[in-house]
T-cell receptor, first 112, second 114 residues
Framework: GESVGLHLPTLSVQEGDNSIINCAYS??????FIWYKQESGKGPQFIID?????DKRQGQRVTVLLNKTVKHLSLQIAATQPGDSAVYFC???????????FGPGTSLSVIP | NAGVTQTPKFRILKIGQSMTLQCAQD?????MYWYRQDPGMGLKLIYY???????DKGEVPNGYNVSRSTTEDFPLRLELAAPSQTSVYFC?????????????FGPGTRLTVL
């Protein structure tokens, strides 16, 4: 069946280092991908998105990479800060199916 | 703009009780959604609405009901609470459909059914 990031991994990084959070998806028809950040006790918050006609998109301190060949999505955070500590979700969207699938998330912990 | 607001923040119910989770958005979004989030799992869609007067089932609708009488409000009703409904509930909204547009989430309602 369809799945996005079945496991909930954790990632610990030193403040100032770069973070890379990975997400695997299985639906080849997915054509729009979003990364969300969820801080403790809050709702998910949009970070960055990418469409399937692109393989890279940059925002402020964040970069999303899309590899459609291996169905892999990654979020890179430059110069990670304590405020980046949160759970990060990827979501894959399919216009054909009109469906969104959320991954379980990756917990990022920044060590001061 | 307040964005998406949800009340209450926390609630404890006994088995068989009923309650309504409130959700409101002030962004004039047509689309609204209800999700539940269980520990270590991704968000699961319960119900959604593409506009006032129109609602549709998501992935896990059993045990829930919704209504959408206005663009702004999208309440979620639990008629007979069960322990399996213990979860964190998020309401979200978007301008366009879920497959093409980012969603804006509320702060969540943490529900415990004992």
């Amino acid at each position: 069946g369809e799945s996005v990031g079945l496991h909930l991994p954790t990632l610990s990084v030193q403040e100032g280092d770069n973070s890379i959070i990975n997400c695997a998806y299985s639906n080849s028809a997915s054509d729009y991908f979003i990364w969300y950040k969820q801080e403790s006790g809050k709702g998910p918050q949009f970070i960055i998105d990418i469409r399937s006609n692109m393989d890279k998109r940059q925002g402020q301190r964040v970069t999303v990479l899309l590899n459609k060949t291996v169905k892999h999505l990654s979020l890179q955070i430059a110069a990670t800060q304590p405020g980046d500590s949160a759970v990060y979700f990827c979501a894959e969207n399919s216009l054909i199916n009109d469906k969104v699938i959320f991954g379980p998330g990756t917990s990022l912990s920044v060590i001061p | 703009n307040a964005g998406v607001t949800q009340t209450p923040k926390f609630r404890i119910l006994k088995i068989g009780q009923s309650m309504t989770l409130q959700c409101a958005q002030d962004m004039n979004h047509n689309y609204m959604y209800w999700y539940r989030q269980d520990p270590g799992m991704g968000l699961k869609l319960i119900y959604y609405s593409v506009g006032a007067g129109i609602t549709d089932k998501g992935e896990v609708p059993n045990g829930y009901n919704v209504s959408r009488s206005t663009t702004e409000d999208f309440p979620l009703r639990l008629e007979l609470a069960a322990p399996s409904q213990t979860s964190v509930y998020f309401c979200a909204s978007s301008s366009f459909g879920q497959s093409t547009d980012t969603q804006y989430f509320g702060p969540g309602t943490r529900l415990t059914v004992l």
